[in-house]
C-alpha cells in the first residue's frame, strides 16, 4: 500500500474510533488527571495574561478544559471527532461556559485558519501527539506558532521513542512484525496489532486496556527529534520534564 494513502486510513481510523468510544467518555473513561499534567498546567498557566485567549488543540471531550476557565480564561477547543466534541458541548454547554467555544478541526487544518494566525495567548495539546506521523508533526508544530501571538506559550506532552520504552517493550520489533506485514511503516510507529484490535474495539464500545491501546496509530519519535522540529518551528523550550508516561515540554514563540 502506498504511504500517504495508508496514513490517510490511519487518521481515518483514529477519528472513527474516538467517535465510537465518545459516549463513554466523562463516564468509564477520560476522568484522571494525572499529576504531572496538573502541576505542569499550573506552570502554564502562570506564564498567561489575565483573561487571556487560549487554543485547546485535540481537546478531545474537553478533559482539560474546565482548569483553563477556573483560571479566567477564554478558550477555543478544537479536535477532529465530532463524538468527542458533542461530549465536550455536554459538560461544558455554552449557555453556562460562554468563554468556552468548540469547533471540529484536526491539528493538521490548524496552521490553514485564518482566525487562528497569532490569535492566542497560549496552546495546549495534550495527550494527542502519539497519533500524528512524522509527515505532519514538523507542520503541526508550524500551526502552533503561527496561531500564538509573539511570546505567546505552548504546552505540549509527546510520547517519545524514550518514554515508550516503558509502554512498548522494542519499537524495533514492532517496526520489523509491521514491515513483515507488508505495512509501509516508519521507524517508531507501533501498527502491528492495529488490524486485529481495531475492528474488536469498533464491535465492543466498552473494551478497553490493552486492546483499546493496539486499535489505533502511535509513533514514538525520539526526544531529540521532537526538539528539533520545535526550534526549526521558531519555539523555544523553557521548561521540560517526564512524568506520567510523557514528555511535558513548555515552549515560547519568540
Not at 468527542?84 to 485558519?113: S, V
Not at 495546549?124 to 500524528?132: K, N, Q, T, V
Not at 513483515?180 to 466498552?206: C, H, I, Q, S, T
Request: hydrophobic fraction near 40%; glycine fraction near 10%; charged fraction near 25%.
Amino acid at each position: 500500500m502506498e504511504r500517504k494513502k495508508w496514513l490517510e486510513e490511519m487518521r481515518s481510523r483514529a477519528e472513527a474510533l474516538y467517535d465510537h468510544g465518545a459516549p463513554l467518555y466523562w463516564g468509564t473513561w477520560g476522568m484522571d488527571n494525572p499529576e504531572s499534567h496538573r502541576a505542569t498546567l499550573l506552570k502554564f498557566l502562570g506564564m498567561l495574561p489575565p483573561s487571556g485567549n487560549i487554543l485547546s488543540a485535540a481537546c478531545g471531550a474537553g478533559r482539560f478544559d474546565g482548569f483553563l476557565v477556573e483560571a479566567g480564561h477564554n478558550v477555543v477547543g478544537v479536535d477532529q471527532s465530532a463524538g468527542m466534541l458533542a461530549r465536550a458541548r455536554e459538560h461544558f454547554p455554552e449557555d453556562r461556559f460562554p468563554q468556552l467555544h468548540y469547533e471540529k478541526l484536526g491539528l493538521q487544518e490548524i496552521a490553514g485558519t485564518p482566525t487562528f494566525q497569532a490569535a492566542f495567548d497560549g496552546i495546549i495539546c495534550m495527550d494527542s501527539m502519539e497519533h500524528i506521523c512524522p509527515e505532519d508533526y514538523p507542520g503541526i508544530l508550524r500551526g502552533f506558532h503561527a496561531a500564538l501571538k509573539p511570546g505567546g506559550v505552548l504546552y505540549i506532552t509527546v510520547e517519545t521513542h524514550e518514554t515508550a520504552l516503558e509502554d512498548v517493550e522494542d519499537l524495533t520489533a514492532a517496526y520489523e512484525r509491521a514491515k513483515a506485514k507488508g505495512l509501509p511503516v516508519a521507524p517508531g510507529e507501533v501498527v502491528d496489532e492495529l488490524d486485529n484490535a481495531f475492528p474488536l474495539v469498533m464491535a465492543d464500545r466498552e473494551m478497553h486496556g490493552e486492546v483499546a491501546h493496539n486499535a489505533v496509530y502511535r509513533f514514538y519519535p525520539p526526544l531529540e527529534q521532537v526538539q528539533v522540529w520545535l526550534a526549526q518551528a521558531g519555539l523555544v523550550i523553557l521548561e521540560e520534564g517526564h512524568g506520567d508516561d510523557v514528555h511535558h515540554i513548555i515552549a515560547r514563540r519568540e
